[in-house]
């Protein structure tokens, strides 16, 4: 955190408006997980007029990288005393416009509520957090007599008969196999 060489009256100010402030309310639910937060208008509504009541400004500027959005926060007292925070960057889940929206709207919603000391969202007491991950499922094993099999085919006809005949998973774990075959087929 980055701040102004002197910030006794902005730590007066911060205190005094924290001390006043409520948490948003949790006007929105998240459609994947069924959980209630609250949106970065109801976290700004909770914040801005309280913090403007005790001469308290804050900015947010956004800045973009390689799949990623960064939000850097500065909190400005009436006195020309200054703090900042960030930036907090977060991913972007899609390279289109929507993606970086989303983003954008996840760094400025946390990093104000993190400012004002606030919660937006709802404590699952960190069960989410420490579930265990899901190991990715293992590759199916080609079978080595499934492989013999792909090399002695002589036409894309019997190459086409033989993948129809395995199940999902043999061909799944062949198909590299097969394509190389049918290359050498089509150009032999």
């Known amino acids: 955190m980055k701040r102004s060489e002197n910030c006794a009256e902005i730590s ?8 006043e402030m409520k948490n948003p309310s949790f006007d929105s639910t998240n459609p994947h997980f069924r959980n209630k937060f609250a949106s970065l208008a109801a976290i700004r509504n909770a914040v801005v007029p309280v913090f403007a009541k005790h001469g308290l400004s804050i ?7 390689e799949g990623s959005v960064a939000c850097l926060t500065v909190v ?3 006195s020309g005393q200054w703090l900042e925070f960030g930036p ?4 972007v889940s899609k390279n289109d416009a929507q ?3 989303s983003a954008s709207t996840y760094c400025k919603r946390y990093s104000l509520q993190s400012v004002a000391a606030i919660v937006g969202d709802e404590d699952d007491d960190g069960n989410e957090a420490s579930k265990p991950t899901q190991k990715p499922a293992k590759a199916p094993k080609a079978d080595a007599k499934v492989l013999e099999q792909i090399a002695a085919v002589e036409s894309v006809a019997d190459l ?8 999902e998973a043999q061909r799944n774990a062949c198909i590299d196999t097969f394509a190389a075959r ?4 089509d150009n032999g």
């Open 59 to 65: 900015m947010q500027e956004l800045t973009s990288a």
């Open 88 to 91: 907090l960057a977060m991913p």
């Open 160 to 167: 086409q008969a033989l993948y129809k005949g395995l199940d």
């Open 76 to 78: 400005q007292h009436s």
């Open 182 to 185: 049918r290359k050498e087929l």
């Open 99 to 101: 993606g970086y929206g």
């Open 12 to 19: 007066a100010a911060l205190a005094a408006a924290q001390a």
